[in-house]
């Protein structure tokens, strides 16, 4: 990407985030535009992957694929398509939705305006995929990357200790991952792995980090009936917005991580 293309995109963020923050948000059950899959909360059918299905390391995307929002085959997506397609479901900001297509595009080399990809290809080691990841073993372990590692996935769900507002305190039946947790598991697997992770409060920001929600979805890869993103911002979900979340999760990661290797000594 260019330095002006740079330019271009978080200028546009910016003034998506300047709209969000005058204006009201979406109310909730209308954060799906009406008319695309998952309005209302009703989604489309879950067809878990078969054989010769394509499927990445990102999660959201896998589940777009698993109930027919992308081509469930997972196979030649064009780029514009991703782009549009996380946007009406998740509510991410037109800025974040371009920006991401087009830098998997980047590095695979490819157009973004005239190319295709398959949801593997996104998998490529080192793009949106990392070791330490939070759902997935690392490659050296598990080449498919498009396989979530469910231990990993209930051992991060299991450290979820936030209580649901909605709730009452002493109802046990819905707790909420929050972003220390998600720093104190980010912590464990990238001390165990000794590298850097992109993994971030991505998922915890659209699931509002409720594990009734985060279970199906991170281990089947399907979207619960009823859900709508958290994000309600009437632009979604800018990078400003994300870069603001990704940050503190740093600064606890880090933080946790000195702690685990002081008990190492």
């Known amino acids: ?107 695979l080399k490819k157009d973004y305006s005239k190319d295709t990809v398959d949801l593997a290809e996104i998998s490529a080691h080192n793009g949106i995929e990392h070791d ?12 498919d990357q498009g396989k979530p590692h469910v231990p990993y996935i209930e051992e991060l769900l299991s450290m979820a200790s936030g209580k649901d507002p909605k709730i009452k305190a002493d109802d046990p039946k819905e707790v909420l991952l929050t972003l220390d947790d998600i720093a104190r598991y980010s912590a464990k697997r990238r001390t165990e792995a000794k590298e850097r992770n992109p993994d971030s409060s991505g998922f915890l920001r659209i699931f509002g980090g409720r594990v009734s929600d985060l279970r199906p979805f991170l281990i089947e890869e399907r979207i619960p009936q009823g859900w709508e993103s958290s994000v309600r911002a009437r632009k979604g979900m800018t990078l400003a917005k994300f870069n603001f979340t990704v940050l503190p999760l740093e600064f606890r990661t880090k933080k946790y991580m000195k702690e685990l290797a002081k008990k190492d000594k």
């Open 1 to 107: 990407m260019t330095i002006f293309g740079d330019a271009y995109i978080f200028t546009w963020d910016f003034f998506l985030a300047l709209f969000n923050a005058v204006t009201p948000n979406l109310k909730e059950g209308h954060v799906v535009p009406e008319g695309h899959p998952g309005a209302g909360g009703k989604w489309p059918e879950y067809v878990p992957p078969g054989e010769g299905d394509s499927r990445s390391a990102c999660p959201m995307l896998n589940a777009l694929a698993n109930h027919g929002i992308l081509p469930h085959d997972g196979k030649n997506i064009p780029f514009s398509t991703l782009a549009d397609t996380v946007h009406s479901t998740y509510n991410f900001a037109p800025s974040f939705c371009y920006f991401a297509p087009y830098y998997i595009a980047n590095f």
């Open 132 to 143: 330490a990841s939070l759902t997935r073993e690392d490659t050296f372990h598990e080449p």
